[in-house]
């Protein structure tokens, strides 16, 4: 590390500050790229901007097995930019979102001298200016600050102020109902919470732009493999806040993020399309894994059950749908009320 001077008056008997060295934050960004090489390599280019005298940025990308030329593409970029704080991590299999963070995590834990805060940035994001040295002094002065999540802009560069409760059976009420009445009652229950200016503690923070202390993952914790895409990041927060760290929203510290690029579920162009299994998975998993099964039944019930009442409230307002395709069918088919033989006999039926 490169030091900084700092004033150190703690000697006895002398008027005449000792200057003892300060280390300079540092940073490992992961990125877990699939089918998105250009906008990955454009991801690096924005920290290629916060790699300054005062802040070490170094960055993995793992690519997640992508068919396309992905791999080839990012590599060539960092030949040709000279990007020797840059490396490229080959997945053999494509095994998800938390399993390609965890190849990263391997990496960073691997080095010499691991980076204070390792960083998680989807290949669909781009840094602002002055957001890694933000982050880094934040969580160097929050000590229980263990997981940090930054402000996030939209593609237009709109606001995107938004951190999140962990989801509970009066959230999947709220959601399913989507009507301002409810949504006003249940306000402390809803998982979607609009953020202010400040830095706040939450429940959990997006993955698509996550900074974690280095002692969590020394500690031990690593994403759940379970999970191939959504609700690893929920999961990962709450086993964090079992083992005594807080996760922050830090607006101060601003990505911009094209929603939604890799798998099309939250892009804003997503119009009709039918969500893909693995959300449905994600989302029984985590209730089943953190409330048990009973659990997980009533809060399906509670979402079928809303979702049912919105449909028929819309439909008698003659207003346009908007969910994606067979919304209610698809829930109902991944639902923790289908036994998990079940639904493996619907999949290998060619309805699954």
Same mark, same amino acid.
Not at 20 to 23: G, S, V
Not at 283 to 301: P, T
Not at 316 to 334: E, I, N, S, T
Not at 338 to 352: D, T, Y
């Given at each position: 590390m490169n030091p900084v001077p700092a004033a150190d008056a703690s000697v006895p008997g002398s008027d005449t500050p000792v200057l003892?060295?300060?280390?300079t934050p540092s940073i490992d960004v992961v990125i877990v790229n699939y089918r998105s090489g250009p906008l990955a390599i454009s991801c690096l280019e924005s920290l290629a901007a916060e790699r300054t005298p005062g802040l070490?940025? %170094?960055?993995?990308?793992?690519d997640n097995a992508s068919p396309d030329n992905s791999a080839t593409v990012?590599? /060539?970029?960092?030949?040709?930019?000279?990007?020797?704080w840059a490396r490229l991590i080959h997945s053999p299999v494509n095994g998800g979102f938390g399993?390609? #963070?965890n190849l990263g995590f391997a990496a960073v834990l691997a080095q010499e001298t691991p980076a204070d805060v390792v960083w998680l940035l989807n290949p669909d994001t781009r840094v602002m200016p002055g957001a890694a040295k933000a982050l880094a002094r934040f969580i160097a002065q929050m000590p229980a600050a263990g997981i940090v999540g930054t402000g996030l802009l939209e593609a237009d560069g709109a606001p995107w102020p938004h951190a999140f409760r962990f989801p509970s059976i009066l959230g999947e009420l709220e959601r399913g109902l989507r009507w301002r009445v409810a949504s006003r009652l249940l306000a402390r229950s809803a998982v979607s919470r609009r953020m202010g200016g400040d830095p706040a503690p939450v429940d959990w923070v997006s993955g698509a732009s996550m900074a974690i202390r280095r002692e969590v993952l020394e500690a031990g914790l690593r994403f759940d493999e379970g999970f191939f895409l959504y609700f690893e990041e929920t999961d990962f927060c709450r086993m964090a806040r079992a083992e005594g760290w807080q996760s922050w929203y830090l607006p101060q510290a601003v990505v911009l993020h094209i929603s939604g690029q890799s798998t099309g579920v939250t892009a804003k162009d997503a119009g009709r399309r039918r969500m893909p299994g693995y959300w449905f998975d994600s989302?029984?998993? +985590?209730?089943?894994? #953190?409330?048990?099964?009973? +659990?997980?039944?009533?809060?399906?019930?509670a979402w079928m059950m809303a979702h049912a009442t919105y449909t028929a409230n819309r439909? =008698?307002? %003659?207003?346009? /749908?908007?969910?994606?395709? %067979?919304?209610?069918?698809?829930?109902?088919?991944?639902?923790a009320l289908?036994? /998990?033989?079940?639904?493996? %006999? =619907?999949?290998?039926?060619?309805?699954?």
């Open positions: 003892r060295p300060i280390p070490r940025l %170094r960055a993995f990308v793992v990012i590599e /060539q970029a960092i030949a040709r930019h000279g990007w020797d399993a390609g #963070n989302r029984r998993h +985590y209730f089943l894994k #953190n409330h048990g099964r009973a +659990y997980a039944v009533v809060a399906d019930m439909m =008698l307002a %003659r207003k346009p /749908q908007v969910d994606p395709d %067979r919304l209610m069918f698809d829930f109902a088919r991944h639902s289908v036994p /998990q033989g079940r639904r493996g %006999r =619907l999949r290998a039926s060619g309805r699954g």
